[in-house]
């Protein structure tokens, strides 16, 4: 097949006459992976294209929807450190996750339900819980740094120092050893299948709204190298996850650290009185507890480094490990965890990148000649990775950045932080 060069579109200089060319093929873009980062991509690659081009995304996971990962993660959605200081652009990330939940819910809304079948059912049947998230003091090393960056958090997601009797009042029989807690009102608790199957379905309701000029289709293959889809599409976004370090021309060169993390589902059985108040916040603690429903609650996350083990499906040892080292961990914090009752696990496994001055960064870029592209022309291939256990957050705003990198066939618009993994691994493309 004859390598077709990327037609760039978008920059500064480029006028719709000279974009709007008679007869021109449709442009053809490929995104590797139906995650976080692959479904933020062709959203924004549909929504940025300009108008008076038409463009054609491909969707290739050889599972579907938020099969990986991105399908199992816990879902707690905030824009704060461990220790409370706001991440990396975090205005930012927290304002474009906001708004790609919004266009999620409508899509969902108009079109009455996500598809059956699609929806792992231990996730529950909302979208997007908003009854905050209660962060327990529990480090009196940490208390005053977490007190302090309390006091500087972002406006759009503000941190309230809280004391017992308040924190008591929105999740009863808490337990604070330091009399204190850290409550963020607008935090929320995002289901990750519904969510993803939404942004898809938002994703076909705008191909369909343009009459013909742009199109997406999910394709159900694993591609085994990315260099067999060269000369079919105009660009390759590749947005695999902990995959992406194991394909062809990329094993060993991308900086990740694979890290395997079991999310268990509890329940409070019937029998039992009580149960988690309706208005209750998530918890954020050694273990999380990500609350879908008054006695249904899920408990994360383990972190078992360096594992290849790309299953979603959790063994009954490897269910029974998880629970000896989260119970413990949740019940210092809400002893009532205790009365639940274990009735499923899942897993996925993560990209974790680097650490670096400003935080662990995802990593962004192009990278042909790291995997061996034809030179002699503009960027084709690019990887969108390493989102770690944040992918949540920070997929609707680098989507939308790398987005415009690829139509525009331009580097320089990503920010230097998420593309420096490239010198420091002597990478040029």
Known sequence: MTSVFPRCLVSSSTSSASISLPNRPPLRYAVLGAGFAGISVAWHLLKDCPKELS???????????????SGVSGGLLHPYSPKGKPLWHG???????????????TAAASSGAVEKGECNQSFGNFMVRRRGILRPATNAKTFGLMTDNARNCLAGCVVETIDKDVAQNLVPNLCLPLNSAFYLPGGMNVNPPRY??????????SARESLGR??????????????????????VVICLGSKANFLPGLTGKLPLR????????????????????EGGPSILSDAWLAVQG?????????WEWQSRNYSPDVSAEEASKALAELLPKASAVYPDIDKWG??????????????????????????DQLIGAAEGGPCKFWVFGGLGSRGL???????????????????????????????????KC
């Not at 993803?196 to 309701?205: G, H, P, S, T, Y």
């Not at 742009?214 to 660009?235: P, Q």
């Not at 694979?258 to 108040?277: A, D, K, M, N």
């Not at 008054?294 to 383990?302: K, L, Q, V, Y």
């Open 55 to 69: 463009l054609s995304v491909d969707v290739y996971d050889e599972v579907g929807i938020g099969g990986g990962a």
């Open 91 to 105: 205005d930012e990330c927290w304002r474009e996750c906001l708004e790609l939940l919004n266009v999620a819910e």
């Open 196 to 205: 993803l199957q939404a942004l898809f379905q938002a994703c076909q309701n």
């Open 214 to 235: 742009t199109n997406i289709t999910l394709v159900k293959k694993s591609i085994d190298d990315v260099l067999e889809l060269e000369g079919e599409y105009d660009a």
């Open 258 to 277: 694979t890290c395997r993390g079991v999310i268990t589902h509890l329940q409070l059985h019937e029998s039992v009185r009580g149960s988690y108040p």
């Open 294 to 302: 008054p006695r249904d609650i899920h408990m994360g996350s383990t």
């Open 342 to 367: 274990f009735v499923g696990a899942r897993a996925g496994l993560r990209a974790m990148p680097p650490v670096t001055s400003h935080g662990s960064l995802p990593l962004l870029g192009c990278v």
């Open 393 to 427: 957050l920070y997929h609707g705003w680098l989507g939308k950045l790398i987005a415009k990198a690829v139509l525009s066939c331009n580097e320089q618009l990503l920010p230097s932080e998420l593309t420096s993994w490239k010198m420091n691994n002597r990478v």
